[in-house]
């Protein structure tokens, strides 16, 4: 077997970590988790299946607190496919949390005598400050790029102006459908958002202007006659997909001189910060942002903070 090839699962080996990885995933579509998580769970197991056949491990009872360790250790030391720098801790500790829940399942469902994960200590997550933090002044600069005259900009430009009022997430505005716009009551119903938990939260009437002239001007003539209801289509009328939102916006960033990496999540960062600065309790950015722990939020805080060492800086007299 070559270093990137999968290993073979013998469908006659009832209890291998292939058969009972497939397993556990159905189970997990049976009390409904997101189809995210366990698409998310089946490329994390693979690599740790596959390690694991790469030293003669290929059943869960094989698997013991010292192989864990090992295993944790070679994530420490594994490189980002992306960058080449190493795996974030809150990576490492999120592919370790599957496992664990791998394990937890198999030993209660009486597959293995004990759970070797119980006591796996995870990474201690960081919270990064977020590297691209726009001004408002420098966000308007990035919303007047768009050609609104034109379908494809028009549209981009209404996804901005409701990524920067509400902070939602890509994927959460990618999802939405017209019907969780309530404009008389100037909120948008986030549905199944991260964690699957939804919420409700602002919107302000500049966006909505913007999407009612994106829905009147672009979507009708999108839409095809099977409507399904997203808000944010493509031409053929088939929802937007993530990826393409986030290469739109990327180049208008790009166009507004923001070489940092980064895009519609610019918008969610920008946004809490600037509500923050203007006196907002941390608990409703919090509600609105859809973090489960304050801990999460408090990253603005070191964001703001940073933004006034930076103006006490240029103004103070003697620095």
Known sequence: MT?????????NDTESLIVLKDAYIVWQQTVNYAPDTSKRFNSIMWNFITWCHARGITQPIEVNRQVLESYQRHLFHAKSKRDGGPLKRATQSGMLVHIKGFFRWLNKKNYIPYNPAADLELPKREYNIPRVILTPLEMEKVMSIPDVENPFGLRDRAAMELLYSTGIRRFEACRLKIYDLLPEQGTLTVRQGKNKKDRVVPIG??????????MLEVRAQWAPDLDVGFLFLQKNGEPIKPELMSCRLRKYLV????TQPGACHVFRHSMATAMLERGADLRCIQEILGHAKLETTQIYTHVSIRRLKEVHRKNHPVG
């Open 205 to 214: 009437d500049r966006a909505l202007d913007w999407i009612d002239k994106y």
């Open 3 to 11: 270093k990137n090839q999968r290993p073979y699962a013998d469908p």
């Open 255 to 258: 166009r507004a001189g923001i």
